[in-house]
């Protein structure tokens, strides 16, 4: 229910917007919220809009139902051969408790993007899990889950990136692939890859506490097993 020509300020129909699509597109400021109803949305969602460092918008899955009484999965479905998230040069935006499917293309792709965090999300269903390109983008993957890709479970291309309590689980080719950049890669699992599970060719790779294991190239590629 609702509808993207809503004020987007409640919950009921004639106030809440009807598509994730829709609300990335809003005339949003820095330090807004917004909450997802459970439930699949179809089709990519490309933000339009900006938060700052102080206040990043939010956009958060109500997978419990706390905020629309229904609780279950918020479900982002690609289509058309497109990615399910496709953040390209806006900054600062959070995406929380979603499930991102893909459709034959990069599952989330972000794209000279500062300050987006990636947290209790899952991504499957495409070929890339998360690719990470441009001109320094800056992401922060926390508690998410990355599995079943055809090609690489995260690429990145440049950029500052973390990755923390993650799962990277099942990828077509490596778990984790470095091309430049730095990225650190902590309490982590990767796993059950077809190639390697890190992969580094370029850049700076730190890895601490993490288990990598079962990866059918090897556990280690440009780099090697820490602590």
């Known amino acids: 229910d609702g509808n993207d020509s809503n004020t987007g300020t409640g919950t009921s129909s004639s106030e809440a917007w009807q598509t994730v699509a829709g609300a990335a597109t809003q005339s949003l400021i820095a330090g807004d919220v917004i909450y997802v109803m459970s439930g699949t949305y179809s089709g990519r969602v490309q933000p339009t809009v900006d938060g700052n460092s102080a206040n990043p918008i939010q956009f958060i899955g109500d997978t419990g139902g706390v905020i629309f009484g229904t609780a279950g999965d918020v479900t982002i479905q690609a289509t058309s051969g497109q990615n399910a998230l496709d953040i390209d040069t806006h900054d600062y935006l959070s995406f929380t408790g979603f499930e991102f499917i893909g459709d034959g293309s990069t599952v989330v792709n972000i794209d000279s993007a500062d300050g987006i965090e990636l947290a209790k999300c899952s991504m499957t269903g495409g070929t ?100």
């Open 128 to 227: 890339r899990g998360v690719y990470i390109t441009g001109t320094t983008p800056e992401v922060d993957i926390v508690n998410c889950l990355i599995y079943a890709c055809t090609s690489d479970g995260i690429l990145m291309d440049d950029g500052t990136v973390t990755v923390h309590s993650t799962t990277i689980d099942g990828s077509g080719s490596d778990g984790v692939e470095q091309n430049n950049g730095t990225i650190t890669i902590t309490n982590s699992i990767i796993s059950n890859s077809s190639s390697d599970g890190l992969d580094t060719n370029s850049g700076t790779m730190s890895h601490t506490y993490n288990n990598v294991w079962n990866n059918s190239g090897g556990d280690y590629e440009g780099t090697s097993a820490s602590t």
